[in-house]
T-cell receptor, first 112, second 113 residues
Framework: KQEVTQIPAALSVPEGENLVLNCSFT??????LQWFRQDPGKGLTSLLL?????REQTSGRLNASLDKSSGRSTLYIAASQPGDSATYLC???????????FGTGTSLTVIP | DVKVTQSSRYLVKRTGEKVFLECVQD?????MFWYRQDPGLGLRLIYF???????EKGDIPEGYSVSREKKERFSLILESASTNQTSMYLC????????????FGEGSRLTVL
C-alpha cells in the first residue's frame, strides 16, 4: 500500500524567506501528485497538480517538482507572506483505481 | 470554477441520532468521495462513488452509508451517530479523465454529544 510522508510536520519562517516543503511516497507507480492548502477549519484547496509524465508545475510564487524514481515531490514557495500560513498536504493517486493517498501535512507559519 | 458544496458547515447532534451530510458538485464529475479528517490521523476514505447508484467502501466504512441518486449529489449517512464520529467530514470530486484533479468542499464539522 502506498505510504505518503511529509516532513517536517511544522515549520516556522520569517516573512520573505523562500522555503521548501517535502513529500515522499513509497510506490513510484503513480498517476499524478497534487498539492493542497488547508486553512484552519476549512476544506482543501488545490494548489498544483503534477501528472506522472511531468517534472514540475508552477503557479505564481509556487513551484512543485516531481521525481518519481526517488519517490519525492517538493513544493517551493518564494518570498513567503503571512497569508501563506496554512497546512500544506500532498496527495498521490496511483495508476490504478480512484484512491488517493494523503500525507498528514506540514503546518506552515510565516512570521511578519 | 469547479464548485463542491457541502450544505452544513457545522452540526451538533446527539448520540443515536441519524445524520445526513450532503455534497453537491456542479461540474458533472463521475467520481465523488467522502473523507473524515482527524488530528494525527490525516484524511481517511469512508466511501466513494464512481457513478449514480454505484459505491465502494473505503478504509473506514463502518457506521456509515452513502447515497448517490443523482450524479451531482453524494450523501453521507450516519444511521446512529456515536461520539467517536465527531470529526471533520470532507467531500471531494474528481475532475476530467485527462487531469484527475481532486476538488474538495469546505468541510462539515460534526460534533456528536
Amino acid at each position: 500500500k502506498q505510504e505518503v510522508t511529509q516532513i517536517p510536520a511544522a515549520l516556522s519562517v520569517p516573512e520573505g524567506e523562500n522555503l521548501v516543503l517535502n513529500c515522499s511516497f513509497t510506490d513510484s507507480a503513480i498517476y499524478n501528485l497534487q498539492w493542497f492548502r488547508q486553512d484552519p477549519g476549512k476544506g482543501l484547496t488545490s494548489l498544483l497538480l503534477i501528472q506522472s509524465s511531468q517534472r514540475e508545475q508552477t503557479s505564481g510564487r509556487l513551484n512543485a517538482s516531481l521525481d518519481k524514481s526517488s519517490g519525492r515531490s517538493t513544493l517551493y514557495i518564494a518570498a513567503s507572506q503571512p497569508g501563506d500560513s496554512a497546512t500544506y498536504l500532498c496527495a498521490v493517486r496511483p495508476h490504478t483505481g480512484n484512491q488517493f493517498y494523503f500525507g498528514t501535512g506540514t503546518s506552515l507559519t510565516v512570521i511578519p | 470554477d469547479v464548485k463542491v458544496t457541502q450544505s452544513s458547515r457545522y452540526l451538533v447532534k446527539r448520540t443515536g441520532e441519524k445524520v445526513f451530510l450532503e455534497c453537491v458538485q456542479d461540474m458533472d464529475h463521475e467520481n465523488m468521495f467522502w473523507y473524515r479528517q482527524d488530528p494525527g490521523l490525516g484524511l481517511r476514505l469512508i466511501y466513494f462513488s464512481y457513478d449514480v447508484k454505484m459505491k465502494e467502501k473505503g478504509d473506514i466504512p463502518e457506521g456509515y452509508s452513502v447515497s448517490r441518486e443523482k450524479k451531482e449529489r453524494f450523501s453521507l449517512i450516519l444511521e446512529s451517530a456515536s461520539t467517536n464520529q465527531t470529526s471533520m467530514y470532507l467531500c471531494a470530486s474528481i475532475g476530467g479523465l485527462n487531469t484527475g484533479e481532486l476538488f474538495f468542499g469546505e468541510g462539515s464539522r460534526l460534533t456528536v454529544l
